[in-house]
T-cell receptor
């Protein structure tokens, strides 16, 4: 049974810092992996989708990497801003078109 | 292209009533997924549907919950005889094939 774990559960950093969020999964036979952002009381915003054949994806200040063999993904946020404060969710696809399995999330707070 | 639409955004029901949650997928998307986020818990998969078919309902509670995605109209998640433990945020996602796009959610409160 696939399980997804995110560490740390919460993180507080001063504005301008670079930071890394971690995601691990127990079954390396994943299809794709997706990072989301969720603001309090809101829905999910997709940040990056990494296909199983890829090792990383970049969008602006965000970079996500995927190492299937070790069951890990990281989300790197450069030059953090207060507007980055949110909960970041990692989710894996078990197979094409299938359900997403989510981690518990990392709650990020960026202090001005 | 409008995003995934969900309504209502907030729904209050008394114990024993029925709750009907609606999801309109993005245009051209034929796959719909429902997820539930209980207070202080992560998002959990409930059901995956394609037009007129349930593909995977492994996350659905065995009783009181049902879902449909008819040929015409939105997908419906129906909860009969709601209990306080059903209070949660219910999210719908749609996809054309791979990447899922999420709606804003329906927050159900059972009093």
């Amino acid at each position: 049974k696939q399980e997804v774990t995110q560490i740390p559960a919460a993180l507080s950093v001063p504005e301008g810092e670079n930071l890394v969020l971690n995601c691990s999964f127990t079954d390396s036979a994943i299809y794709n992996l997706q990072w989301f952002r969720q603001d309090p009381g809101k829905g999910l915003t997709s940040l990056l989708l990494i296909q199983s054949s890829q090792r990383e994806q970049t969008s602006g200040r965000l970079n996500a990497s995927l190492d299937k063999s070790s069951g890990r993904s990281t989300l790197y946020i450069a030059a953090s801003q207060p507007g980055d404060s949110a909960t970041y969710l990692c989710a894996v696809y078990g197979d094409q078109g299938g359900k997403l399995i989510f981690g518990q999330g990392t709650e990020l707070s960026v202090k001005p | 292209n409008a995003g995934v639409m969900q309504n209502p955004r907030h729904l209050v029901r008394r114990r024993g009533q029925e709750a009907r949650l609606r999801c309109s997928p993005m245009k051209g998307h034929s796959h719909v997924y429902w997820y539930r986020q209980l207070p202080e818990e992560g998002l959990k998969f409930m059901v995956y549907l394609q037009k007129e078919n349930i593909i995977d309902e492994s996350g659905m509670p065995k009783e009181r919950f049902s879902a449909e995605f008819p040929k015409e109209g939105p997908s419906i998640l129906r909860i009969q005889q709601v209990v306080r433990g059903d209070s949660a945020a219910y999210f719908c996602a749609s996809s054309p094939q791979e990447e899922q796009y999420f709606g804003p959610g329906t927050r159900l409160t059972v009093t």
